[in-house]
């Protein structure tokens, strides 16, 4: 749920470039000065003094500030990953093992339970991941250096009052680097304002509790707007010599206007008998799927403002559903690898002698280092992308 921004590399010279003494130092200045600030702001001193002190400073919190994956992937590669096999067969389990408890939910708030199970998968793996950063390191990194300090010192100040309220233990409390943390991300200021007690043990624990978490993500996503019974949108074809320029989230249009210009569903679906407002999206281009969606894609989209993001969780949504996935192929001829493929090409890298750490699926900088130098070796573009071609050529022994 972090507003995405572009970030200057201020930490490194603000800190002293090269050195991490200067740099600490800096930030223990900062957090004394913060103390009244938080205290005004309804932090306890003792949850403070008794969890800021020796906080360390975190210099790649800024680096990752500048690389969220959102941005930086072609939407397949992203979504390879994201709408795999292994998610789908996993989010379907979850559907069964949770079903008393989705279903309370779903009456409660009015979200169906395939799209709150998305968001599970997509944001933590269904609790698998959830992030190895300390949290109160990372956030007390991001409120002292770089941009958008005001905006992490609230955060900060979040999560110290949801720590002294008792709803979170400090111990061992990590999460992403930028602060989101549970099983569904939430950022400490929309936990404190959004989350919910789903088990009814007088705690929102959206950390150790699956109820707390679904439940919480059910309401987080009523409130910002979902409607019941109403579908995120569809996959559409459309007519030849299509003005493409109509596309955008925020151009809303009736729906009769858009199927009126023949837009079809991809599925052969009849359409809504209602004017409900609609938006057509192209995120590959007139080349690639189109969707029209409606108000509830805007709500998954306030919960992290990407729309690669947005579209893996409603993508996702509907293979849970059991939906056949997308008709229109999407405009490459080298599509992204899904989690098992990654392991795959790990294990390849490994084989060929290079040191990656851990067989997991996940392409940290060691991995990504071993594919630059395999593609130089193929004369391939170093850029560091696990592409099929390179998992192909690996596999043929090239």
């Given at each position: 749920?972090?507003?995405?921004?572009?970030?200057?590399?201020a930490?490194?010279?603000?800190?002293?470039?090269?050195?991490?003494?200067?740099?600490?130092?800096?930030?223990?200045?900062?957090?004394?000065?913060?103390?009244?600030?938080?205290?005004?702001?309804?932090v306890?001193?003792?949850?403070?003094?008794?969890?800021?002190?020796?906080?360390?400073?975190?210099?790649?919190?800024?680096?990752?500030l500048?690389?969220?994956?959102?941005?930086?992937?072609?939407?397949?590669?992203?979504?390879?990953?994201?709408?795999?096999?292994?998610?789908?067969?996993?989010?379907?389990?979850?559907?069964?093992?949770?079903?008393?408890?989705?279903?309370?939910?779903?009456?409660?708030?009015?979200?169906?339970?395939?799209?709150?199970?998305?968001?599970?998968?997509?944001?933590?793996?269904?609790?698998?991941?959830?992030?190895?950063?300390?949290?109160?390191?990372?956030?007390?990194?991001?409120?002292?250096?770089?941009?958008?300090?005001?905006?992490?010192?609230?955060?900060?100040?979040?999560?110290?009052?949801?720590?002294?309220?008792?709803d979170?233990?400090?111990?061992?409390?990590?999460?992403?680097?930028?602060?989101?943390?549970?099983?569904?991300?939430?950022?400490?200021?929309?936990?404190?304002?959004?989350?919910v007690?789903?088990?009814?043990?007088?705690?929102?624990?959206?950390?150790?509790?699956?109820?707390?978490?679904?439940?919480?993500?059910?309401?987080?996503?009523?409130?910002?707007?979902?409607?019941?019974?109403?579908?995120?949108?569809?996959?559409?074809?459309?007519?030849?010599?299509?003005?493409?320029?109509?596309?955008?989230?925020?151009?809303?249009?009736?729906?009769?206007?858009?199927?009126?210009?023949?837009l079809?569903?991809?599925?052969?679906?009849?359409?809504?008998?209602?004017?409900?407002?609609?938006?057509?999206?192209?995120?590959a281009?007139?080349?690639?799927?189109?969707f029209?969606?409606?108000?509830?894609?805007?709500?998954?989209?306030?919960?992290?403002?990407?729309?690669?993001?947005?579209?893996?969780?409603?993508?996702?949504?509907?293979?849970?559903?059991g939906?056949?996935?997308?008709?229109?192929?999407?405009?490459?001829?080298?599509?992204?690898?899904?989690?098992?493929?990654?392991?795959?090409?790990?294990?390849?890298?490994?084989?060929?002698?290079?040191?990656?750490?851990?067989?997991?699926?996940?392409l940290?900088?060691?991995?990504?280092?071993?594919?630059?130098?395999?593609?130089?070796?193929?004369?391939?573009?170093?850029?560091?992308?696990?592409?099929?071609?390179?998992?192909?050529?690996?596999?043929?022994?090239?």
């Amino acid at each position: 749920m972090l507003p995405l921004a572009t970030v200057l590399f201020a930490f490194a010279t603000a800190a002293g470039a090269g050195d991490p003494d200067a740099g600490q130092g800096r930030l223990d200045r900062c957090l004394a000065e913060l103390r009244p600030l938080a205290l005004a702001r309804g932090v306890s001193a003792a949850t403070w003094d008794a969890h800021m002190p020796g906080r360390r400073q975190d210099p790649e919190v800024q680096r990752a500030l500048d690389r969220q994956p959102e941005f930086e992937l072609p939407i397949w590669d992203y979504l390879a990953a994201l709408v795999d096999e292994e998610r789908i067969a996993d989010g379907q389990a979850r559907l069964l093992e949770h079903a008393g408890l989705l279903a309370r939910m779903e009456a409660e708030h009015g979200v169906d339970a395939a799209t709150v199970v998305a968001v599970w998968g997509v944001e933590s793996d269904y609790g698998r991941v959830t992030g190895r950063k300390p949290l109160l390191d990372s956030l007390a990194t991001l409120s002292c250096a770089g941009r958008r300090q005001a905006f992490f010192r609230g955060e900060l100040f979040a999560l110290l009052a949801l720590i002294g309220r008792g709803d979170l233990d400090a111990e061992d409390l990590t999460g992403s680097w930028a602060g989101a943390f549970g099983q569904t991300q939430f950022m400490p200021s929309t936990y404190a304002r959004v989350a919910v007690d789903g088990d009814g043990d007088g705690r929102r624990d959206l950390v150790g509790s699956v109820a707390d978490a679904l439940a919480s993500t059910a309401h987080y996503l009523r409130r910002a707007g979902w409607q019941p019974g109403q579908a995120w949108g569809h996959e559409v074809l459309l007519p030849e010599g299509f003005d493409t320029s109509l596309q955008g989230r925020r151009q809303r249009r009736p729906l009769s206007y858009w199927t009126d210009r023949g837009l079809r569903r991809a599925d052969g679906g009849d359409w809504p008998k209602d004017e409900r407002k609609a938006a057509l999206l192209l995120p590959a281009g007139p080349q690639g799927p189109a969707f029209l969606v409606f108000r509830n894609y805007d709500a998954i989209f306030s919960y992290n403002a990407a729309e690669s993001y947005a579209l893996a969780i409603a993508l996702l949504s509907d293979h849970l559903r059991g939906g056949a996935g997308l008709r229109m192929p999407w405009p490459t001829d080298d599509p992204g690898l899904s989690r098992a493929q990654r392991r795959e090409l790990q294990a390849l890298l490994i084989t060929r002698g290079h040191d990656i750490g851990e067989v997991d699926g996940l392409l940290g900088e060691r991995s990504r280092r071993a594919i630059r130098a395999e593609q130089a070796r193929l004369g391939l573009e170093p850029d560091g992308k696990a592409a099929r071609s390179l998992l192909e050529a690996l596999r043929r022994g090239d």
